[in-house]
């Protein structure tokens, strides 16, 4: 069962090829971790992906579909705005900077999108939602403002935040890496335990050692390419 596959992806800001056409394929239940230089183009394609950007060529399928289009009885249509929300449904994302709601209580921004998206009751959204913060080691924090906590724990709440959604695929682009030294492993330890639970996930970050013990492939990016792709006891072997 495929998740992701890209086939030649393209996509340029203006002039600048940002991706030069990228091959991958992730199946069910895979974690990648996606590295290589700043400017390569990894944030570009996990946004590809979670349909933030329009594709200037080639074919992305995400979760069986294909980005940009819907089929219906055999014919290929555009996406509406309404097919792009039910397939960003199934999609969990955790950016760097966590982009939290800053007005809203940690238990708010994890309801939100149950209640308005999924339509979910609102005793049945809550019971998930504490369900995921107890799973993150933050049970006490459910009436806090993320002003009011520390960078990895407002982390763990956009990662908490993600599954409430109950996503089929998680994406993070870069997730420890605005985080203090000190607060990287609990964020790691988090992604550890998802990446056992048996979801899928691609990881863009700078963290070698994590890269080394929990994903099953690594992809290594340069200039708008997947320039390598190994499993990690291979990518990271002596030469
Ligand atoms: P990476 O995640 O590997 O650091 P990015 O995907 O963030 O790479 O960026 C790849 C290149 O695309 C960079 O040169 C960056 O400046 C450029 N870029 C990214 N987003 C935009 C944008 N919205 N408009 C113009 N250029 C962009
Ligand atoms: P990242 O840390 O994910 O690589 P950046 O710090 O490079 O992201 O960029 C942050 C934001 O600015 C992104 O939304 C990206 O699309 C945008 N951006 C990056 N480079 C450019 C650029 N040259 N022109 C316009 N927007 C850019």
């Known amino acids: ?39 390569s183009g990894k944030s570009t394609f996990l946004r590809c992906v979670n349909h933030l950007e329009r ?22 249509y555009e996406q509406s705005p309404r097919d792009v929300c039910r397939k ?7 950016f760097q900077h966590f982009e939290l709601f800053p007005h809203m209580t940690v238990l708010q921004n994890l309801v939100l999108a149950p209640l308005i998206v999924r339509r979910r009751a609102k005793a049945e959204a809550t019971a998930r939602a504490e369900e995921l913060l107890d799973k993150v080691g933050l049970a006490d924090k459910i009436d806090s403002y993320p002003g009011q906590l520390s960078g990895g724990q407002q982390q763990r709440v956009a990662i908490a935040r993600a599954l409430c959604m109950r996503p089929r695929l998680m994406l993070f682009d870069e997730p420890t890496s605005a985080l203090d030294p ?37 992809v290594f990016m340069d200039h708008g390419k997947v320039v390598e792709e190994s499993a990690p006891h291979e990518f990271f072997a002596a030469p």
Do not use: W
């Not at 090829?17 to 895979?30: F, K, N, T, Y």
């Not at 639970?197 to 970050?205: H, K, N, P």
């Open 55 to 76: 594709l200037d060529g080639g074919r992305l399928y995400v979760n069986g579909e294909l980005i940009g289009y819907r089929q219906r009885r055999g014919k290929i």
């Open 1 to 39: 069962d495929e998740i992701i596959r890209a086939e030649r992806v393209r996509k340029s800001y203006g002039r600048t090829e940002v991706l030069r056409g990228i091959d991958l394929a992730v199946s069910a239940g895979e974690v990648v971790c996606v590295i290589g230089p700043s400017g």
């Open 182 to 218: 000190e607060l990287v492993g609990e964020v790691l330890n988090v992604m550890r335990e998802l990446a056992s639970s048996g979801l899928t996930m691609v990881v863009v970050t700078h963290e070698m050692q994590f890269a080394r013990e929990v994903a099953d492939r690594v």
């Open 88 to 94: 960003r449904a199934d999609i969990g994302m955790v």
